[in-house]
């Protein structure tokens, strides 16, 4: 039964260089406004009233809609008094009085597209804001009563050191945030990066030190990672992340938002007039066989800090997870954690990870 739910945003005001997700610029308020139309439709023929543990709106930039739109939408969902409610927004889009409407409208929690406070770097990868943007809305949240915000940073952007990441992480620490998600930079095929590579890229080598000197640097100040790319304090941990990396299921709402439900993965249209014309008809839709749910199990539950729970494998699959995958374990035994519930990566196996998983799939 699904307790979560995403809903895509796709409006940005400019595409940055890394991104490869569905997101459209210049769109007028008109067709923001059937955008909203589309997305209540889809969600009145599509959501069963189950009660909600979180909702979250990505993008894209959610952060451009007006409050009343971002209103009728939580208003379409049973929520529970202590539902996480996430909104993703940049830096140089918010003022204190939306901030503030946020919260009354049901927004507790916020993620603030950070990346880096390297003002060349950030212009080099098509943000918009500067440094010092990141700084203001952190505390204009803050001051406008948010207490639980999360700020994305990516490691590996063209030009970066291990001095300007170490950098990055001080002034993150400054600002008494409770969670922080990092992402080695990908380049994609979809983006501007992917048909136009950028120069001075740290290397893989020069990437993994990165993550490891990130891990090192917030578990020593009081972050837990508790999922491969993200660190929180203790209680901060992201219920809308932790639903994924359990593998439950979840609704995605918006043009090519991705659900899971009554086991089956979906994918809405990527292409804006498809979703428009028909925004309950998904592109894809594909039943997972016992085998592929076993694999999901296996493959997002090493993504979690804790790892994998054996006992629970033994009930949702009736199979003996040591003995099935002997192998592999013996093949990395010094890559894994055995744990009193089950299995889990170390550091070292987080940096190969995709090529253990393989092994499992």
């Not at 589309?38 to 909600?52: F, T």
Request: some cysteine; overall charge negative; hydrophobic content about 35%.
């Amino acid at each position: 039964m699904p307790k979560s739910v995403y809903i895509h945003i796709p409006f940005c005001k400019s595409k940055c260089k890394y991104c490869s997700f569905t997101s459209f610029v210049g769109i007028n308020d008109g067709i923001k406004q059937g955008y909203m139309y589309s997305l209540l439709k889809e969600i009145s023929e599509n959501y069963r009233g189950e009660k909600l543990n979180t909702l979250y709106f990505g993008g894209g930039t959610p952060s451009l809609m007006p409050i009343d739109f971002l209103s009728k939408i939580i208003k379409k969902f049973n929520l529970n008094t202590d539902s996480e409610i996430t909104l993703e927004l940049n830096p140089d889009d918010v003022t204190e009085e939306y901030l503030k409407s946020l919260l009354v409208i049901g927004v507790n929690r916020l993620s603030i597209g950070s990346q880096t406070f390297n003002d060349e770097i950030l212009k080099l990868i098509g943000r918009r804001h500067n440094s010092s943007q990141i700084e203001e809305t952190v505390k204009l949240a803050q001051k406008s009563g948010f207490k639980n915000i999360n700020v994305d940073l990516i490691y590996g952007l063209p030009l970066q050191t291990k001095e300007l990441l170490l950098f990055d992480l001080e002034k993150f620490l400054e600002l008494d945030i409770q969670h922080i998600s990092t992402y080695g930079l990908k380049i994609e095929d979809g983006s501007f990066f992917g048909k136009n590579p950028p120069k001075n890229l740290p290397d893989e080598d020069t990437q993994a030190d990165f993550y490891e000197l990130i891990n090192e640097k917030l578990e020593n100040q009081g972050f837990y990672r508790y999922e491969i790319s993200n660190f929180a304090k203790k209680g901060f941990e992201s219920k809308h992340n932790l639903n994924y990396w359990h593998n439950e299921e979840y609704y995605g709402f918006g043009v090519s938002a991705h659900g899971y439900v009554d086991g089956i993965r979906y994918s809405n249209f990527t292409e804006f007039e498809k979703y428009m014309q028909n925004p309950s008809l998904h592109e894809f839709g594909n039943f997972l066989t016992d085998k592929e749910k076993l694999e999901e199990e296996i493959f997002l539950g090493f993504r979690k800090r804790e790892g994998i729970d054996t006992k629970r494998i033994k009930e949702k699959f009736n199979i003996d997870f040591e003995k099935q995958y002997q192998d592999v374990l013996e093949k990395y035994k010094d890559y894994f954690i055995k744990s009193e519930k089950g299995y889990a990566l170390n550091i070292k196996g987080v940096l190969i990870s995709n090529v253990i998983l393989a092994e499992f799939i």
